[in-house]
Structures are given as C-alpha cells and as structure tokens.
Nanobody
Framework: QVHLGESGGGLVQPGGSLRLSCAAS????????MGWYRQAPGKERELVAS???????DYADSVKGRFTISNNNAKNTMYLQMNSLKPDDTAVYYC???????????????WGQGTQVTVSS
C-alpha cells in the first residue's frame, strides 16, 4: 500500500503565497512522476502541475509563472510553491504519484486525500 500525505493548505489573501507538500510512504521501489490536481466546487478535477523523477515539469496555462513544482526524490516528496494567488485558485488540491512498488511491478497511480486552498479577502 502506498500512502500520500498532503499538507500546507489554508486560507490566504489574494496575492499571497502558500507551499503545498506531498510525501509518499509505504512499499515504494520507484516513483516515475508526481503531480498536483485541483477541483473547485462544481468543476472537474484539473491538472495543475506535474514533475517526473528526472525533473521534467508541466504546468496548466492558468498557473504558469505563478506556481513552481519541485521534488526531492530521496524523500519521495513533492512540493508546489504557489505565488500571486487568485480567488480562482480556490479548490481542493490533490497530489498523485505513479509508483512501482517492486522491480517487476506495474506502475500504479496513487492519490492523496486532498488539502483545501482558499484564496479570499
């Protein structure tokens, strides 16, 4: 079993910053990639940013230039630095990880429980 624990959400004023963390634990041989998704009320879950184990990143157009994704492979941890936050960024943020639990195992995607980010004055 792989567990993803998220932290760092909260309430922030427009223009403020937050840093989300996601730590993967359990039986892990390797992690191919990790990512952040978000879901606002009444909307579909959408990709925010992703990062591979090699450091390649991808961002939604709506967050480019404001959010930065990074990882620490040795700690199986991923971060999302969010700057210049807007009310439209309000959502539950979920992390995921594409994990191989042992050398010959298939890659399986695991999800965290989510952390609320609210941007409001």
């Amino acid at each position: 079993q792989v567990h993803l624990g998220e932290s760092g959400g909260g309430l922030v004023q427009p223009g403020g910053s937050l840093r989300l963390s996601c730590a993967a634990s359990g039986r892990i041989f390797s992690i191919n990639a990790m990512g952040w998704y978000r879901q606002a009320p009444g909307k579909e879950r959408e990709l925010v940013a992703s990062i591979t184990s090699g450091g390649s990143t991808d961002y939604a157009d709506s967050v480019k230039g404001r959010f930065t994704i990074s990882n620490n492979n040795a700690k199986n941890t991923m971060y999302l630095q969010m700057n210049s936050l807007k009310p439209d960024d309000t959502a539950v943020y979920y992390c995921n990880a594409d994990v191989r639990r042992y050398p010959s195992a298939p890659i399986v995607r695991s999800w965290g429980q989510g952390t609320q980010v609210t941007v409001s004055s």
